[in-house]
């Protein structure tokens, strides 16, 4: 007999707190979240990574940690042996299920840290693609289903030896 199956992020999904939206409708925040996915970093090194002030990061940062999002690891020394806390994702994000306005919010949000994330990156590090699908209403929600599933599958597996981090930012959009 097989192992259980293991327990896939979309059957893990609970409402969103109004603190944990809040803190979703940021492009910055959500930068965070992802950079701090699978390994720590201290304030410093987000906002060298971020190109923002220290001082704005931390605020975001705390944001996070008051959310939920982020938990603070083991205090390290720094430059200058100075007192540097390490942060890390809990990747609670993925297992939120948020209303309406929420969403909208988070919309944009993901698509200004998106466009914020490859702006940053060199273009030959860009595997893009764009077309055009013609689909009924259940073609449409098969779609997203297969692609949500596809995702879901991809994140959830553990990274093997050499793994490297990728970004992905899918977006489907009525076309006039």
Do not use: W
């Amino acid at each position: 007999m097989g192992e259980p199956a293991e327990e896939t992020r979309s059957a893990r999904r609970v409402p969103a707190t109004e603190k944990q939206a809040a803190a979703l409708a940021s492009s910055v925040r959500l930068r965070i979240i992802r950079l701090l996915h699978g390994r720590e970093l201290t304030n410093k090194e987000l906002a060298e990574r971020l190109d923002r002030d220290p001082a704005t990061v931390l605020y975001h940062v705390r944001r996070l940690v008051a959310a939920g999002f982020l938990v603070a690891g083991r205090p390290r020394r720094g430059a200058k042996n100075a007192r540097a806390i390490p942060y890390r994702s809990v990747e609670l994000s993925c297992d939120l299920e948020l209303g309406r306005a929420e969403r909208e919010r988070l919309s944009e949000s993901m698509l200004a840290a998106f466009l914020a994330e490859v702006g940053s990156a060199a273009p030959a590090t860009l595997r893009q693609s764009r077309l055009v699908l013609e689909l009924d209403e259940d073609g449409r929600e098969e779609f997203l289903g297969r692609l949500r599933g596809l995702l879901h599958e991809f994140a959830d597996r553990r990274p093997g030896a050499g793994a490297r981090r990728y970004g992905v930012y899918v977006a489907l959009h009525e076309d006039d």
